[in-house]
């Protein structure tokens, strides 16, 4: 480790310490979400199971609650629900990575963990610079950084980062989420027999590529993997205008299904759809773990979307990384099902209802000394409508005449409500876990998920009604301890 690297360390260890007090007080601190111990936290990165162990890093800004030159946080965990906080895995220190060790992936080669990360390099005037670059562990804790091993190719501007690495049969595929010298959003595909040296084979989809108009000026975070048969293409596009119920966050997150031709560096694709229809919800991260699931994290935010006025800021933290999903493909549809594990976190039950009969002047539920819990709906196929309102600060509301679902928040900068929907033909299920500032809402096995911060206040906290016309087959609700 060079010096420079410890300084970083230690000054962001310090910042931790001073900090833990004011980061532990927040009422708001989330109780089994993942977030930073201090400062600032987006993307999810080098997301793997490894020897056992599941390991899930995430961008972090440790001395303030805005963006700059990140750290590499790192979580560990067994079960994907008790997670541990291990050492700060990468530090901004060198050279070719001085404003930032952006974002990346990881990858097991024989038998130690291997990190690809982009080192962002800004000069004087802003000029950026960017470098692919490989960092090697053998412990899963501290890790060797072996510099750049990708550096920019022809036909891209600087814009061209997040690494993502997958193997397919004897060679080694990388994805990167780049920007062409013409301003276009777009996925580059390169490919490495030893990790080290590593060929560019053109860019695989984009803004006017494979049948897609205007798509963006910038692509970021792309993830390539094989699921149940196809190839899943998962991409942030940046510039991305409103269009109806869709594009209503400042950036998004969605997928292509389709087939990668590994041969001719083409994929075939289908239409883009969003993964989540709330309001915090970029740059996933999937991994294949050893039961052959493919498991997902997102980060529970959008760049520049009110990012400064979360009002954890008062206490020093901001942003968090979503429940870990299990992807599905099934029918034709993506389903993204919070992963099994989850019921592990259930304490006490708190509600359980057969056959609720819904009306207009609404049940309440008590659940109100629980400000994390989980909730678990099913419902008969006669219900003409549904909402639910939580906290004084949420309403699910299906309308099965319209064929439509909406989340609605109370925003926390106007306080305003605002509303974000989706089409649902029917609702079968829901299920959503609430927590002390955020609530992540699946709907029919995950065939749409709803994903939002919230910042209730303290006395409507846990306050939940249901009303509607139909029945709710069965309720149940359980308080959540991790
Ligand atoms: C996405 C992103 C990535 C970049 C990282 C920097 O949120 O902008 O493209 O690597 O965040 O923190």
Known sequence: MTEREQELIRLAEEEVEKNIEVVESDPYRLRYHLIPPVGLLNDPNGFIQWNGTYHLFYQWMPFKTGHGAKFWGHYSSEDL?????????LAPSEWFEKNGCYSGSAVEHHGKMVLFYTGNVKDADGNRETYQCMAVSED??????????VELPEGYTAHFRDPKVWKKGADWYMVVGAQSESLTGKVALLKSSDLKEWQHLGAIAGSGMNGLGDFGYMWECPDLFELDGVDVLVASPQGMEAEGMKYQNVYQSGYFVGELDYASATFDHGDFVELDRGFEFYAPQTTLDGKGRRLMVGWMGVPEQDEDKHPTIAHKWVHALTLPRELKWVDGKLLQVPVEELALMRKDQLVKKIDL?????GIELEIRESKAFEMSLSFKDDVASFEMDLSDTIQLIFDASERVFSLRRKSFVTGEWESRSCSLQELSELRAYVDTSSVEVFLNSGEEVFTARIFPDGHAAGMVTVSGDGTVGEMEVWKIEP
């Open 140 to 149: 899963g804790v501290t890790f060797d950084k072996k510099g750049p091993v």
């Open 357 to 361: 009969q819904l009306s207009g002047d």
């Open 81 to 89: 629900v008790t997670w541990k906080h291990e050492p700060i895995a």
